[in-house]
């Protein structure tokens, strides 16, 4: 009695659980949203654009039944007039027309295949859709199409599609605990491996459970229940090659306003009786002679068992077989299911033994990871191996193992929503994989992007209201490649940061007008113009400022009077020179403007200094930081020509480092930053070149590693092989062992050479490092070219520490990619090694955040400048708020940058989704879209940052505007509020 009273409260336990994970399958309300949406954007396009004249269309199959499982494909059936079939004419125009308007549908390029009946092609974000076009069938022409499909099969099969209406009634006439059961059913089918194809098991399997659900109902001996029903289901298959089913339409539901079904007598069907069961019911008397079948309600021509090989029907019947004893262990409450949900649907056979001889392929290696972090719905599978691609017996593979998947995922996460892990996900999809695939496993990777991958597959799944994703990737590679893969990801972003050939020559030439203007125009005589910075060392960075240097000869600091004259000059000839009149700011030792195109220029004149002058401008340098200041642009050629004296791969470390320390905003200006990062990288470059092989992740963790350390780091360079008191004779004559300086040979200091406490650092002053009072510092990193510029002098300690807390953020990251577990995915690795930091913007006292802003992410765009345009003045006069356009510029450049240069795999929505992150993290507020350009030039700043995707153009458009009656309306209602509770 107690035993029985136990198995009772366990089947009644289990009843709520099948039920609750039965609705938990459904698919979630974005993907039934997008999918709607995108059908009806086909359908409008289709009957703009199609000759055919088209009547309407309907979302068939599980979507438009509501009986999806997961992730359903989208059947997208068309009505149109006047046509019958075959319809290829139509199907052929479809294509057409669809990949004609495939960018503006976001199809996937090219992704189309066609069959005699349908179309199959899939959206971007992963919907799988099967188009089918349907002649239109009135009601007075039922009669006479159901004769012809009744003499000709292909009638059946082409008119098949027209019947869509009344196969969504049929179901949707059912209640929830049927469609509940449905679920279940379809779930448990997806579950199995029958090495051949099934073609209609999905919709054969939801007449089983609505046959079954009637049959417990009629049952007295037990009340309604999930479990027992559910075996009647499981014994129906068990006993498939004996089952007769059919429905007929037995009354209507006024109440509910739909047509009720009922389940044909088994004694009814029978070819006696077949005048009295066509056409609603059979179509033709040799149906009801076959041994077993199963008819669709809306088309009584369709028997989903009639092409079923013995050897399949005998595999599904023997599954059912396993599933009924896994129930009924459970139902007992013993064995080692107990009430799992994932061990009921635990997919079979267990093991694959995935080989030759059934008709598989398998990898050689499994890569997994089951904790990456994911926004997403939607399940993705991607291959890049053509040879998979070309390969049936490896595609079968690729398909038996996504459906595995998804099983295990929902049945694991859904089963038991209140007590499930990820460690719990992880471990089945680490089972399912052992028992599934006889090759080689390792966990933490997730490799999405290398192309010596051969597939990648998704599963996108929530826990406490988290995003993750089980990701697993097959290969025939060994582990040992991830860093390589890394590697080569960081190398090609490293490379793409360059910034394009039009904007080098578009500022080589403006440059070149500007120096020939004042050489022309001036009263002074102008020695030469050199390119300095990060634009003539070639290590820029996305679209560096030209740093333009002129030397003028005969000339002293301060050179003001010079600045202020070619400020006349270029003032006048603005014009033909291409400058924003606007754009003007002068400071102590630049002149500062803009060229139309947008491109920013330093114009720095510099006082050109005579080889035996250099010792007397060295004293005058040691002696007042006023000339040290001044003299610095002077050394233009030792700059460049230490950057230039450097290899290709300390370039590219070069620029990730730089690009690195543009995604920061540290509370105040870091002068001089740019430049400090390539000494760090230079020095991170030398020691890694020192190694056998050279890596990039290897010599970024050391860049990170030494940024971390800001706060004791001591950093100099001299030249390497020759003398470098040499480089300059205090006799003021030329040195004879003096070279050609591009092809001087550079090494950091030693650590040991700059102790104070020593006296190895003597023979440093001052050519190496300018002075003496620089190494009673804890820290400094010298300029090579201009040994009295210490990049760390002026920096205060919160920004140093907020320098530090930064790179070890970082740092952590790219040991968390590098052990294969990256939060977004190995392909999306970059834009999360460089996130902007800090996220929240909202805390930092020397901002004034706007409280309106607008965003379009997605504008055509032809132009390769930003374009930044400030329509409110008091916008520039308030420091605040222009130092929140300049970081806001610089996020959104890293993050735009990184998301399209770091993913070749990128789409805008990619693109609208990162910045929208950025903004909503950096405001802590939603961002709204602006649906027409015009709208951005309202806000006090409009900032445009174009990129390109697959060689077309677009911009990021960003605006924001400072409203303060607002602000304060807001604030006083606030108070009032707060006052009156």
């Known amino acids: 009695m107690y035993r029985q009273k136990m198995q009772c409260i366990q089947r009644k336990e289990l009843d709520y659980l099948l039920i609750r994970f039965g609705e938990n399958l459904k698919c979630p309300e974005k993907y039934y949203e997008d999918g709607k949406n995108q059908a009806k954007q086909i359908f409008r396009t289709l009957q703009r654009e199609s000759r055919f004249s088209l009547k309407a269309f309907h979302i068939g199959g599980s979507f438009g039944k509501k009986t999806d499982v997961i992730e359903p494909d989208l059947d997208l059936v068309i009505i149109v007039r006047d046509c019958h079939p075959p319809l290829e004419d139509v199907l052929e125009e479809f294509e057409y027309i669809l990949r004609w308007k495939e960018e503006n549908l976001n199809i996937r390029y090219g992704d189309y295949k066609r069959s005699e009946r349908s179309l199959s092609f899939h959206f971007r974000n992963g919907i799988s859709v099967d188009l089918l076009p349907a002649a239109n069938v009135e009601d007075h022409e039922v009669p006479t199409i159901f004769e012809k499909m009744r003499n000709n099969d292909k009638y059946a099969y082409f008119y098949s599609p027209s019947f869509v209406e009344q196969q969504i009634r049929f179901m949707k006439s059912q209640d929830s605990f049927t469609h509940s059961l449905v679920r279940l059913s379809k779930f448990w089918f997806k579950s199995l491996y029958l090495e051949e194809s099934f073609r209609g098991g999905s919709a054969m399997m939801e007449l089983i459970a609505v046959a079954s659900v009637e049959k417990a109902r009629q049952r007295e001996d037990i009340s309604l229940s999930a479990s027992q029903t559910f075996m009647i289901v499981l014994n129906t298959v068990r006993n498939l090659r004996s089952t007769r089913l059919a429905f007929k339409n037995v009354d209507y539901d006024y109440q509910r306003n739909h047509q009720v079904w009922k389940r044909v007598p088994a004694v009814e069907l029978i070819s006696d009786n077949f005048e009295n069961l066509f056409p609603d019911v059979v179509g033709k008397r040799e149906i009801l002679e076959r041994d077993y079948f199963i008819i669709d309600p809306a088309n009584p021509f369709q028997d989903y068992l009639e092409e079923k090989t013995e050897s399949v029907i005998e595999k599904l019947q023997n599954f059912a077989r396993i599933t009924c004893t896994r129930l009924e262990t459970i139902i007992s409450g013993s064995g080692r299911y107990g009430n799992d949900i994932q061990g009921l649907f635990e997919p079979i056979p267990e093991g694959l033994l995935v080989s030759t001889e059934h008709g598989l392929r398998p990898p050689t290696n499994v890569l997994i990871s089951y904790d990456v972090g994911c926004r997403r719905v939607y399940n993705k599978w991607k291959i890049w191996n053509e040879d998979v691609m070309n390969d049936r017996k490896a595609r079968r593979v690729i398909k038996i193992i996504i459906n595995k998947l998804l099983t295990v995922v929902h049945s694991t996460v859904k089963g038991d929503p209140a007590n499930v892990s990820v460690s719990n996900v992880g471990k089945a999809v680490f089972n399912l994989i052992e028992r599934s695939l006889s090759a080689d496993i390792d966990d933490g990777f997730c490799v999405t992007q290398h192309r010596k991958y051969d597939v990648m597959l998704r599963v996108p799944y929530t826990i406490g209201g988290i995003g993750y994703a089980v990701c697993v990737i097959t290969t025939s590679l060994n582990l040992k490649h991830l860093r390589d893969d890394i590697d080569s990801s960081l190398q090609r972003f490293g490379e793409s940061l360059k910034c394009s050939d039009k904007f080098y020559e578009d500022g080589k030439q403006l440059a070149h007008k500007v ?405 909503k993290n950096s405001f802590q507020n939603d961002m709204d879209d602006a649906p027409d350009e015009n709208k951005h030039w309202h806000n006090d700043v409009s900032l445009r940052i174009p990129y390109v995707i697959k060689d077309e153009g677009y911009a990021v458009v960003f605006s924001m505007k400072w409203d303060y009656t607002a602000a304060i309306g807001l604030l006083i209602g606030r108070l009032l509020a707060a006052k009156l509770q």
């Open 515 to 919: 120096f020939q203007t004042l050489h022309e125009k001036s009263k002074y005589t102008l020695a030469s113009v050199h390119y300095g910075g990060s634009f003539g060392k070639k290590t820029d960075v996305i679209e560096p400022d030209l740093n333009l240097v002129i030397l003028v000869n005969d000339c002293h600091p301060p050179l003001q009077n010079v600045i202020d004259h070619f400020h006349n000059i270029l003032k006048l000839n603005e014009d033909s020179l291409q400058i924003r009149g606007d754009s003007f700011k002068k400071s102590g030792r630049c002149l500062k403007f803009s060229f139309r195109n947008g491109i920013s220029v330093d114009l720095l004149p510099a006082p050109s200094v005579r080889d035996n002058e250099w010792a007397i401008v060295f004293m005058a340098m040691a002696k007042e930081e006023k000339f040290a200041y001044a003299y610095s642009a002077s050394f233009v050629k030792d700059q460049i020509s230490f950057m230039k004296s450097q290899d290709s791969f300390t370039h590219t470390l070069v620029r990730l480092s730089k690009f690195w320390f543009k995604s920061l905003y540290l509370g105040q200006r870091f002068r001089g930053g740019s430049a400090m990062m390539e000494l760090i990288a230079v020095a991170a470059a030398e020691r890694e070149n020192e190694l056998k092989t050279i890596s990039l992740s290897r010599a970024l963790t050391r860049v990170l590693s030494m940024a971390g350390n800001l706060d004791t780091l001591k950093l100099a360079f001299c030249h390497f092989d020759v003398d470098i008191a040499n480089r300059y004779n205090t006799n003021g004559n030329d040195s004879e062992n003096s070279s050609d300086l591009e092809d001087w040979e550079w090494r950091r200091v030693e650590n040991d050479e700059l102790d104070v406490k020593t006296f190895n650092w003597l023979w440093l002053i001052p050519r190496v490092i300018g002075k003496c009072e620089i190494f009673q510092r804890s820290r400094f990193i010298i300029d090579p070219a201009c040994p009295f510029q210490d990049y760390l002098e002026d920096k205060s300690e919160n920004v140093i520490r907020k320098f530090k807390e930064f790179a070890h953020t970082t740092q952590g990251r790219l040991a968390r990619i590098l052990s294969g577990n990256s939060r977004k995915g190995q392909g999306n690795f970059i834009q999360e090694l460089f996130q902007s930091m800090p996220e929240d913007l909202t805390q930092e006292n020397s901002l004034l955040l706007p409280n309106q802003y607008l965003l379009t992410c997605a504008e055509p765009c032809k132009s390769v400048y930003i374009k930044l345009k400030i329509c409110n003045e008091r916008v520039k006069e308030n420091r605040k708020e222009s130092q929140v356009v300049k970081v806001l510029k610089r996020y959104l450049i890293t993050v735009i940058h990184s998301t399209v240069k770091g993913n070749k795999d990128v789409t805008t929505e990619d693109v609208e989704t990162a910045v929208q992150n950025l903004i």
